[in-house]
């Protein structure tokens, strides 16, 4: 026959009847027991000291628990051989178990000295003895203040139906769990970006119903850059937003679930209970899918550690306490560090920006939202852009020569001023040659009637062309011809060359000679005089 343990209740309900004078079959039949096992208890009271007569109040629960406790001394056994065995090696076994081996391989090692014994003897013995398979005590993390902590996690979820291709695409879904009232908020998403991180935030507040203090991710590359526990390193998109909307980030350590033990395991519970065996086509549908189930599904049913439904605990204790909800949407900015090239433009999301000349060649920090595009060096705005759409270009003209940028952008109204600057006529001979259909197609023409007033002066520039317009004649060519027609003749023709002979390039001084120079009619004879 097994064993069976003795409860307190039972062994004092049996000596409370036996003082109230109920024969001992009575008790048997009255209890469910057998006779032999009321014999027994009553010849232990015997034992320590109360007889038939004494009064109940003897039966206190500290002489009870002392009665029972050499009951079972009782029923004890010796240990056999193998665990004597087991306690000549203690040292050893206890030291290769601190030492990170497998209870197995000490197993093994001590058959190999000599000591063999069961493992399970010696399992036991671990157990009993060493402490084997007891880890450190786990002390449960304390809920916080209700509406402060939101913790959140990412995981795969099922695959959606097929599209019209065939193909079937397997989603994600942000999790976000209230550390006070364990209420859920599921959010379906393709692809685990800043960009959704932010639209689920932001699908979360709208049902909470306000933004909690402080939110608690793991470290998802969406929101963390470098994991630190000290000092995490936030993507400048995700904490621009965490600054806009009021909350702080509290990144839980890498490899420490505890951290966020309140939304850690539910992964496989969302994607089990709230999607499998679900017919989903579209993203739409699993988002709606999941703030259904989140509501009426989960939000509905007692939780195991509150003993509340997950709603109603939150619309009565929570939501009070949350931070106002966003009443617009948020414009979600992009983050780039865009190089400027040699030609002074800077690429942004496919479009390109003007920046000034000194900016060449170096790294700017970009932000760009829906509508402008702001640029930094060394955390110094230097530039602010409207935003153009890929493949566009934004050109500031102050950051270009004007006369560059005048035949870059086809600018006909600054050539227009700059020949009106020249002089009347002058203008209005441009105006006569860009008052056409195209008028950028003549503005080559205009450049060259700029270039005869820089060679020849304004003045005969402005003769000349009052001439032509008076004339009706448009042609740049005939306008520097009537120029040069017009121009005394010692400035058109060129200078006649010099008759002077110039010296020769290797004359040298009398004195290098040997024989003195003589002039003409004279005689090198010293020694002839004149008479």
């Known amino acids: 026959m097994a064993f069976r343990e003795v409860t307190m209740l039972e062994f004092k309900e049996v000596l409370r009847l036996w003082l109230a004078g109920v024969p001992k079959k009575a008790i048997a039949r009255q209890l469910g ?19 038939v007569g004494a009064p109940q109040s003897v039966l206190t629960e500290q002489w009870i628990c002392g009665v029972l406790a050499r009951m079972r001394g009782e029923t004890s056994r010796e240990r056999g ?40 003897t010696l399992h036991r013995f671990a157990v009993a003895e060493l402490e084997f398979g007891l880890g450190e005590p786990s002390v449960p993390v304390a809920d916080c203040a209700p509406g402060q902590e939101l913790q959140v996690d990412t995981g795969w979820m099922t695959l959606l139906e097929p599209d019209v291709t065939g193909r079937r695409r397997r989603f994600r879904a942000w999790i976000f769990t209230s550390v006070c009232t364990r209420h859920r908020f599921v959010y379906a998403t393709l692809r685990e970006t800043t960009e959704g991180a932010i639209e689920a935030c932001e699908a979360a507040w709208r049902f909470f119903g306000g933004v909690f203090h402080v939110i608690i991710p793991d470290n998802t590359k969406a929101i963390v850059v470098t994991a630190d526990p000290l000092a ?42 709230c999607y499998r065996g679900e017919k989903l086509h579209t993203i739409p549908e699993a988002q709606r899918r999941g703030e259904h189930w989140s509501l009426n599904e989960y939000g509905m049913r007692r939780h195991s550690t509150t003993h509340r439904l997950p709603l109603e605990h939150f619309d009565a204790v929570e939501k009070a306490c949350l931070l106002p909800a966003p009443s617009e949407p948020y414009d979600i900015p992009k983050w780039c560090s865009p190089r400027v090239g040699p030609d002074q433009f800077a690429v942004v999301l496919g479009a390109l920006y003007s920046q000034r000349r000194d900016m060449r060649r170096k790294q700017l920090r970009a932000r760009a939202d829906s509508r402008t595009v702001r640029f930094y060096f060394k955390n110094e705005l230097i530039e602010t852009c409207p935003r153009k759409a890929k493949g566009e270009r934004y050109t ?9 940028l005048a035949c870059a952008q086809r600018d006909t109204a600054f050539l227009r001023r700059q020949a009106a600057a020249r002089g009347k006529a002058i203008g209005e001979l441009a105006d006569a040659l860009l008052n056409v259909e195209l008028p950028w197609t003549r503005m080559r023409r205009v450049y060259a009637l700029l270039g005869l007033c820089e060679r020849y002066g304004n003045e005969r520039v402005e003769e000349a062309s009052r001439q032509a317009v008076d004339a009706g004649m448009h042609d740049v060519r005939r306008l520097e011809r009537i120029i040069k027609r017009a121009m005394p003749a010692a400035e058109t023709r060129p200078t006649a060359r010099s008759a002077v002979i110039p010296l020769a390039r290797y004359l040298r001084p009398s004195t290098q000679y040997a024989l003195p120079f003589s002039r003409p009619g004279t005689s090198t004879n010293q020694g002839d005089k004149e008479p």
Request: hydrophobic share 35%; proline share 5%.
């Open 33 to 51: 027991l057998a006779r032999n096992t009321v014999r027994h208890y009553i010849e232990c009271a015997r034992g320590n000291g109360i007889d």
């Open 81 to 120: 051989e193998s665990w004597v065995a087991c306690e000549a090696r203690r040292s050893f076994i206890s030291e290769k178990l601190k030492d990170g081996l497998r209870l197995t391989k000490v197993h093994r090692l001590l058959q190999r000295h000599g000591t063999s014994v069961p493992y399970a």
């Open 232 to 273: 995490p390193i936030i993507t400048p998109a995700f904490l621009e937003y965490a600054q806009a909307r009021g909350f702080q980030i509290d990144t839980a350590r890498v490899r420490h679930p505890k951290d966020k033990a309140r939304v850690e395991r539910t992964v496989p519970t969302v994607r089990e209970d």
């Open 396 to 404: 500031n003209r102050d950051h270009f020569p004007k006369e560059r």
